[in-house]
C-alpha cells in the first residue's frame, strides 16, 4: 500500500503522543520484522503458546440482551479453560458514552486490551499512535483461519495510510425495518418499499390510533443511521466518499434533502413522543410490547432483543425503504463489531494473549454457540443454516444489496463529525428547522479549518 501523510485531529494525537511517551511503558508490540527484543525470530503461533496468570481487559458495546448474556456465559467458559489468561468484560450500551470512554482511554494511555470498533476512520487516531495491534503476521502464522475470512470483509481494516490489517471483522450487518405483522394486516398496510410508501404507511397507522414509531434519540445514532439509509438508498453510498472530499457537502442539496426528510416525519409525529428522553433499550422494548408498529435497526440488535423478550404477535422485517430507483439496493451495513488489538503500553504476552482470545471467540465452535442464540452474518465464512425465517429474510436482503457501507462519518479523516452531524441531527427532535441543522454542522467544520 502506498504512504500518505497522516491525518488526525491535533489535540488528540498529541494526547496520544503524551501517552505514548510515559515512562516505563512500552508503546506495542514489535511485530513488523518477525525479531524478538532478543534477536530471535518471533513466534506468532498463539495456539501454542504458554500464558502465565494474563488478564485481559475487554471493552464491547453489546446492546441487546441475549448477546450480552452470550458474552457473560463464554467469558465464564473461557476463565474456566486453565489457559493462563483470564478476561474481564466491560460493556458499555450507549454508543456516544462508549467512544468517549475509548478514546479518553487512549488520551491518557490506559486503553482496555482489546475493543470493538466499526473500523473505517474512527480507529485512524489510534493507529496513528501506534497504539493498535496489526494482525498480518498472527494471520500468516494461521493461514487456515485467515483464508476463512471473506475476501471483502477486510476492507473495513486496512488503510492506505497504514500498511497492516487493523482487526478482526467479527460480524456483518445490515439495516433493516422490523414491523408489526399483526397490526399491519389489521390495518390492510404492506411493508413500505419507498420513502412515500413509508410516508403513506405512517400517515394511516396514526391515523388508526397507532404510533408508527417511537423512536429513542437519547441515543444519537438513532437519526444518524436514518440519515445513512435515506442518504445512501437516494444518491448511493458514494455520497459518502463525496461528503469526505468535499464534491457534496453538509449543507448542499443532497444533505439538505435527508434533513428535510427526517424534520417532516418528526413534525408529523410519525416517531413517536418524547423522543430525546427516550433511550434505544426503550425504543425496542416499545415495539416487542406491541405499542408501535416499527422499529430500524441492525439485523443482530433487534433479532437480540426479540430472542429474550415475550414479544405475542408475529414480527416482519423488510429493506429500509429506498429514496431513488437508481439506488434502492444501496443502504447501510457491512462489517460491524470489529475486534482490534491495544498495543499501547500493552506487554507483548498481553498482546499474544489478548490475539488469543479474539481467535477463540470467533471460532467456529463459538460462531455456532453464538447462531443459537442469535442469528448472525459473521465475517468468517461460516455456515450460518438456520431455520429461523426472519434470519431467512435478512439475509434475502442483505443478498439483494449492491453496495453497502457504514456511518457515512467513518470514511471522513475529520473525525469529530461523527458526533457533530449526530449532535446537529439530534436539535431536529427539538425542532430544528433542517437549515439550522446544516448550520451547526458547517459552523464546526468551517471552525476546524
Not at 503458546?49 to 494474563?54: E, L
Not at 438508498?233 to 428535510?260: H, I, Q
Not at 449492491?402 to 456511518?407: H, L, N, P, V
Request: proline share 2%; aromatic share 12%; net charge negative.
Amino acid at each position: 500500500m502506498k504512504k500518505k501523510r497522516r491525518v488526525f485531529s491535533t489535540v488528540l494525537a498529541l494526547a496520544l503522543s503524551a501517552a505514548m511517551i510515559l515512562p516505563g511503558c512500552s508503546g506495542g508490540s514489535d511485530n513488523s520484522g518477525g525479531k524478538s527484543e532478543s534477536g530471535e525470530e518471533r513466534n506468532y503461533d498463539v495456539d501454542n503458546m504458554k500464558f502465565n496468570d494474563v488478564k485481559i481487559h475487554v471493552m464491547t458495546r453489546i446492546t441487546n440482551e441475549a448477546s450480552q448474556e452470550y458474552f457473560e456465559q463464554k467469558t465464564e467458559e473461557f476463565n474456566n479453560l486453565g489457559k493462563g489468561i483470564t478476561v474481564e468484560i466491560e460493556n458499555i450500551t450507549t454508543e456516544e458514552d462508549y467512544l468517549n470512554k475509548l478514546r479518553t482511554a487512549y488520551s491518557s494511555g490506559d486503553t482496555p486490551n482489546v475493543f470493538t470498533e466499526y473500523g473505517g476512520s474512527r480507529v485512524k487516531d489510534y493507529i496513528a499512535a501506534n497504539g493498535v495491534l496489526d494482525w498480518t503476521p498472527y494471520l500468516e502464522a494461521d493461514q487456515e483461519y485467515y483464508d476463512s475470512f471473506y475476501d471483502t470483509v477486510f476492507d473495513s481494516v486496512e488503510y492506505d495510510e497504514y500498511d497492516g490489517i487493523w482487526g478482526i471483522p467479527y460480524m456483518q450487518y445490515i439495516i433493516c425495518l422490523f414491523y408489526n405483522q399483526d397490526i399491519f394486516e389489521a390495518n390492510n398496510l404492506t411493508p413500505p418499499t419507498t420513502w412515500e410508501e413509508l410516508q403513506d404507511v405512517c400517515a394511516k397507522l396514526q391515523e388508526a390510533g397507532i404510533r408508527p414509531f417511537q423512536v429513542g434519540e437519547k441515543s444519537n445514532f438513532r437519526f444518524g443511521h436514518l440519515s445513512n439509509c435515506i442518504l445512501y438508498s437516494t444518491y448511493g453510498v458514494d455520497a459518502a466518499d463525496k461528503l469526505a472530499d468535499g464534491t457534496m457537502s453538509y449543507d448542499g442539496e443532497e444533505m439538505m434533502d435527508v434533513y428535510t426528510k427526517i424534520s417532516d416525519m418528526n413534525e408529523k409525529g410519525y416517531f413517536g413522543e418524547d423522543i430525546l428522553s427516550t433511550d434505544y433499550a426503550a425504543e425496542k422494548s416499545t415495539f416487542t410490547s406491541g405499542n408501535c408498529a416499527m422499529v430500524w435497526g441492525l439485523n443482530s440488535d433487534v433479532m437480540g432483543t426479540l430472542a429474550v423478550s415475550d414479544v405475542d404477535f408475529t414480527v416482519g422485517v423488510t429493506a429500509m425503504p429506498y429514496g431513488s430507483e437508481e439506488h434502492k439496493t444501496e443502504t447501510q451495513g457491512g462489517v460491524n463489531n470489529i475486534w482490534h488489538v491495544s498495543t499501547m503500553n500493552k506487554s507483548q504476552e498481553e498482546i499474544d494473549a489478548s490475539v488469543f482470545w479474539v481467535k477463540w471467540m470467533t471460532s467456529d465452535e463459538n460462531l455456532a454457540d453464538y447462531t443459537e442464540v442469535v442469528p448472525n452474518i459473521f465475517g468468517r465464512e461460516f455456515d450460518l443454516n438456520t431455520d429461523d425465517p426472519l434470519m431467512q429474510k435478512v439475509l434475502e436482503i442483505y443478498g439483494g444489496m449492491t453496495a453497502m457501507k457504514s456511518d457515512v462519518q467513518s470514511y471522513d479523516d475529520r473525525t469529530y463529525l461523527l458526533d457533530t452531524v449526530r449532535n446537529a441531527l439530534q436539535g431536529i427532535a427539538l425542532g430544528n428547522t433542517p437549515e439550522q441543522c446544516a448550520d451547526e454542522i458547517m459552523e464546526q467544520i468551517n471552525a476546524n479549518g
